[in-house]
């Protein structure tokens, strides 16, 4: 009992004495000074010290404050002195970064590489922890392995300067790729694995492979190979497929990667039914429509998600542009599957701004014209995309992107914002260029389709070649009328020496004028209507065709010509310039009143089409053709010499001379020259060609390659018609085009099939400074 006593007298004794002491330390901050700092500021300091001036401390709130200033991570030591009521503050600083210096790096930028670094906390300027760059040593390492390079190394040092910097230093071995030896494919059964690694982009190593580097492991490609066989075989019904596991195995060597996948297929399913549930706001029988997958097909997850689309973008069309649908398959035991689509269509969405960027150039009234999407009225997917194939159409801009942000703070309003990025809108039209028929073209030419940015087309021009004089000017105004009713008049003079044109020898002297106007079908068909003067006059040498002498003698040498021109198009070719989707086809007419001195008819079919190969419309297929018919009436027997259909050269059948196709003149009596060609009045051309990527510029707008088939062949009815098909001519060969700043530019190299004696033929052709 007494020792009890005595130990509690103990621990009194003890506890007052330990108060006296905190009490003695516990002091009021009359002041607080900071020893030791270097680039860090004093107000640094104090900003992150929970102490302040007039605060009481003990060496509790001490100790906590310390460990408040360390997780700045600004210092390596703090330590505390008092000096009677100061506060003094002894720190030693981290070190800052001078420089990051990398060496040795080829694969992986320089750039790139110091990107990473900052993104971790390593950056010139900044603290300097050791801990971090041990850190990054280990993610450059990760980058490499992803890339193959197993052997990479990586050695980073910091070498200490003055004033508390340090530099660090990055010296890369980056080492070789790793080659793929095997990939094996393990639990497949209904493919075989030849039909299964066709889908990877990772190859085995053998001379091709390695010659692109198809056969260099990479994480990220093995990631997306993985991704496009599990697609296959969901696409092909196999529901349940899943990916067991992939394994990458390294050779001792570190420079052979071994690949093993294991799969398990399942069974495959086919479709017993399919149901929608959800809000339907059109009728289910209209929905149905663009189910692309039926009852009784095998279970495909790329048809599904297609449809999915379908009826999302139909439901956008009646204003419901965030509507959500998901097609949910549910698997039974005898291998079928009940597939529903939940169709969520949201809030009805109105547009409350339209707005317009990138047009410093172009008035945005111009733009305005274009929209089939309207403000305040409701939000449809169809005619938002529809108004940005306006946009590009125009042929003004290089790109249109469209973006449908939600308004803040209403579910159902959105803005319509297209961005478009402008490029000349005279470079179609040049002062200086060069063709082989005409050799140099010289001429002062002011031609704009968007002129001071109202979308109205003039042009003015004085032009002089070796066959050709004129003088030019137009004008159209592509919304004469709100309505998109279009007016526009022509007035022209010009000398032309056919013999220098590849023609038959005559000079044509002709001015005149027209007026048209165009009135709009809808969206993406129009009709014109015009009408013309013009006062041709021919003149001949010393010996002229026989044709020529013919039909001066019957009609005379000058004409007044009184013209109706006629005119449908159909246009949905996704830009102006080389278009990458859709189609245009015209047909025009020209008719002489029969109270003009010439009475005769043209009619011209053109049409382009293009169809996309691949989703980034990179591999194009284009098919053109051109068929024209033109005769006489009344008073004039046959169309006119000087109207004839020519082909021929670029443009038209590539690897034939200009305008040298068709039947040949017959020259004059003692003329012992060679017959030139003379045209004719049915004129059948057509074309194929397959575009694809140019080398050195992928991505670029404005360059285009082909390889194309061209055939086509003119013809004259009044002088042994013979449309067979061994009259018609054809070639082979790669174009190449390009829209630069002073023109187009564009060449071919072709090889003619079935020249026969007689033909011009040429192999390379190019012009500048020429629409082609």
Request: proline share 4%; with cysteine; charged share 20%.
């Amino acid at each position: 009992m007494r020792h009890f006593w005595l130990r509690a007298l103990l621990i009194l004794v003890c506890a007052m004495t330990l108060a006296q002491q905190a009490q003695a330390y516990e002091f009021k901050v009359s002041d607080i000074e900071v020893e030791g700092l270097q680039r860090v500021s004093a107000g640094t300091v104090f900003s992150a010290f929970p102490i302040d001036v007039g605060d009481k401390v003990d060496e509790v709130s001490l100790a906590q404050a310390i460990r408040t200033l360390f997780k700045t991570g600004l210092f390596t030591d703090i330590s505390v002195d008092r000096d009677k009521d100061v506060l003094i503050l002894h720190v030693s600083e981290r070190p800052s970064i001078a420089k990051i210096n990398i060496k040795g790096n080829k694969s992986i930028k320089t750039d790139k590489l110091k990107e990473g670094l900052k993104n971790a906390g390593l950056e010139e300027g900044q603290v300097f922890r050791r801990a971090t760059l041990d850190r990054i040593q280990l993610e450059i390492l990760r980058s490499y392995v992803s890339q193959g390079r197993y052997n990479a190394r990586v050695k980073a040092t910091a070498k200490e300067l003055p004033r508390n910097r340090v530099d660090i230093n990055l010296k890369i071995s980056e080492g070789d790729t790793a080659s793929i030896q095997h990939i094996n494919i393990i639990g497949n059964k209904a493919f075989p694995d030849s039909r299964l690694k066709e889908l990877f982009e990772l190859k085995t190593s053998d001379w091709w492979t390695s010659l692109f580097n198809d056969d260099k492991y990479s994480r990220e490609k093995l990631s997306g190979d993985l991704e496009k066989l599990r697609s296959f075989y969901l696409d092909r019904g196999y529901i349940k497929f899943s990916i067991e596991s992939a394994q990458v195995s390294i050779s001792p060597d570190k420079k052979q990667v071994f690949i093993t996948i294991a799969v398990n297929e399942g069974p495959r399913y086919t479709i017993r039914d399919i149901s929608l549930k959800g809000k339907l706001i059109l009728p289910e029988k209209e929905l149905r429509k663009f189910i692309l997958a039926k009852p009784g097909e095998v279970f495909s997850r790329e048809k599904l998600t297609a449809s999915s689309d379908l009826i999302s973008k139909r439901l956008g069309t009646e204003g419901y542009t965030f509507a959500n649908v998901n097609a949910v398959p549910v698997t039974h035991d005898d291998n079928t599957a009940s597939i529903t689509f939940y169709v969520d269509p949201g809030h009805r969405v109105y547009v409350r701004r339209i707005n317009f960027r990138g047009n410093t150039a172009t008035r945005d009234d111009v733009l305005r014209q274009e929209m089939l999407q309207m403000e305040g009225a409701v939000a449809s997917t169809d005619l938002i995309d529809k108004s940005k194939d306006r946009l590009n159409r125009l042929g003004f801009f290089k790109d249109v992107n469209v973006e449908t942000p939600g308004v803040p703070g209403k579910d159902d309003q959105i803005d319509v914002n297209y961005s478009v990025e402008e490029q000349p809108t005279g470079s179609l039209s040049a002062s200086l260029g060069f063709s082989q028929t005409n050799g140099f073209l010289v001429g002062a030419n002011v031609a704009e389709n968007n002129f001071f940015g109202t979308g109205r087309r003039v042009s003015f021009g004085v032009n002089v070649s070796k066959s050709v004089k004129s003088a030019n000017f137009s004008f159209l105004d592509p919304y004469y009328t709100v309505d998109g009713v279009s007016r526009g008049f022509t007035l022209f003079a010009t000398k032309t020496d056919y013999a220098q044109e590849n023609i038959s020898s005559y000079v044509l002297n002709n001015y005149g004028g027209t007026l048209t106007f165009g009135y709009p079908i809808d969206n993406v068909t129009r009709m014109s209507f015009g009408v013309g003067v013009q006062h041709p006059s021919l003149s001949v040498g010393t010996l002229p065709a026989q044709e020529i002498t013919n039909f001066i003698s019957a009609q005379g040498d000058a004409f007044n010509i009184f013209t109706l021109n006629g005119g449908w198009s159909r246009d949905t070719l996704n830009r102006g310039i080389l278009p990458t989707a859709g189609y245009k086809h015209s047909i025009s007419l020209e008719l002489a009143v029969p109270f003009s001195d010439l009475e005769y008819y043209k009619a011209t079919d053109n049409f382009n089409y293009y169809w996309p190969i691949n989703r980034d419309q990179t591999w194009v297929t284009r098919l053109r053709t051109a068929l024209g018919y033109g005769g006489g009436y009344g008073k004039t027997g046959s169309l006119p010499f000087f109207q004839n259909y020519y082909s021929g050269g670029i443009g038209s059948v590539r690897g034939y001379a200009t305008n040298s196709l068709g039947a040949l003149s017959t020259p004059a009596v003692g003329d012992y020259s060679s017959p030139q060609p003379f045209g004719g009045n049915v004129l059948t051309e057509a074309s194929a060609e397959l575009i694809f990527p140019t080398p050195f510029a992928k991505g670029s707008q404005s360059m285009r390659t082909s390889l194309f088939l061209d055939a086509g062949n003119v013809f004259d009815t009044h002088r042994g018609f013979n449309p067979s098909l061994g009259q018609i001519r054809a070639s082979v060969g790669v174009s190449f085009q390009w829209i630069t700043a002073v023109g187009p530019l564009g060449f071919s190299l072709a090889k003619p099939l079935n020249s026969r004696n007689g033909d011009q033929t040429q192999i390379f052709q190019f012009t500048l400074g020429q629409q082609f």
